[in-house]
């Protein structure tokens, strides 16, 4: 019997090559952690706007201008791994299709150059509020506007990406894999007691 010391391995189905089950448990995994950190963005977005008012009423008993500075950094950097987790879902995706022999479904052309753009932001320039591209080359400028709102506080994360819609994507992401191990649960039943 395997104990958490051993590890947990990815579930494994008869009839799959070994490539499938791995790529099947990846999608989950970063679909999960999707909706996980959609959460966790939400929750923040909230506090730091509640915070922000109490900061703005000015009775010197709330949050101050670093509280507020941090509340920003907190939500900039977990929105950063919310395009990570998501990118990652929609490549394990494209994968687990592929593994199938089934056409990937595309890209989200403005997912991955987001990534890739906060991948390689250290090159960038500063405008206001904005990086922009240090070079032609640079991953931002193939981003729509050719820049990355590094503000925080939009409804969008980086001024960019739906939250809303990478939830509703990782939702159905999940929701697509529990019913197959459902319909594979069902099937092994049935045959368990087909009395062959």
Same mark, same amino acid.
């Given at each position: 019997? $395997?104990?958490?010391?051993?590890?947990?391995?990815?579930?494994?189905?008869?009839? %799959?090559?070994?490539?499938?089950? !791995?790529?099947?448990?990846?999608?989950?995994?970063?679909?999960?952690?999707v909706?996980?950190?959609?959460?966790?963005?939400?929750?923040?977005?909230?506090?730091?706007?509640r915070?922000?008012? $109490?900061?703005?009423? %000015?009775?010197? !008993?709330?949050?101050?201008?670093?509280?507020?500075?941090? /509340?920003?950094?907190?939500?900039?950097?977990?929105? !950063?791994?919310l395009?990570?987790? $998501?990118?990652?879902?929609?490549?394990?995706?494209?994968?687990?299709?592929?593994?199938?022999?089934?056409e990937?479904?595309?890209?989200?052309?403005?997912?991955?150059?987001?990534?890739?753009?906060?991948? !390689?932001?250290?090159? =960038?320039?500063?405008?206001?509020?904005?990086?922009?591209?240090?070079? =032609?080359?640079?991953?931002?400028?193939?981003?729509?506007?050719?820049?990355?709102?590094?503000?925080?506080?939009h409804?969008?994360?980086?001024?960019?990406? /739906?939250?809303?819609?990478?939830?509703?994507? +990782?939702? $159905?992401?999940?929701?697509?894999?529990?019913?197959?191990?459902?319909?594979? +649960?069902?099937?092994?039943?049935?045959? %368990?007691?087909?009395?062959?």
């Amino acid at each position: 019997m $395997a104990t958490l010391a051993d590890g947990v391995c990815l579930r494994s189905v008869n009839g %799959m090559d070994d490539a499938e089950p !791995h790529c099947r448990s990846f999608v989950q995994t970063w679909a999960e952690a999707v909706i996980s950190q959609v959460k966790q963005v939400r929750q923040l977005r909230l506090d730091a706007a509640r915070r922000g008012r $109490a900061y703005e009423r %000015m009775d010197g !008993h709330g949050p101050d201008i670093l509280d507020l500075q941090k /509340d920003a950094r907190t939500l900039w950097a977990e929105e !950063h791994k919310l395009v990570w987790a $998501a990118h990652q879902a929609e490549r394990w995706v494209r994968r687990l299709a592929i593994e199938r022999g089934e056409e990937p479904p595309p890209r989200d052309k403005v997912l991955a150059d987001l990534r890739n753009a906060l991948e !390689h932001l250290d090159e =960038a320039e500063f405008d206001g509020h904005n990086a922009v591209p240090g070079s =032609a080359k640079d991953s931002l400028a193939r981003l729509p506007d050719g820049r990355i709102s590094i503000a925080t506080g939009h409804g969008r994360a980086f001024g960019l990406i /739906d939250v809303e819609e990478l939830e509703r994507r +990782a939702l $159905a992401i999940v929701q697509g894999i529990e019913d197959e191990f459902i319909q594979e +649960a069902e099937s092994w039943w049935i045959e %368990m007691n087909s009395g062959r």
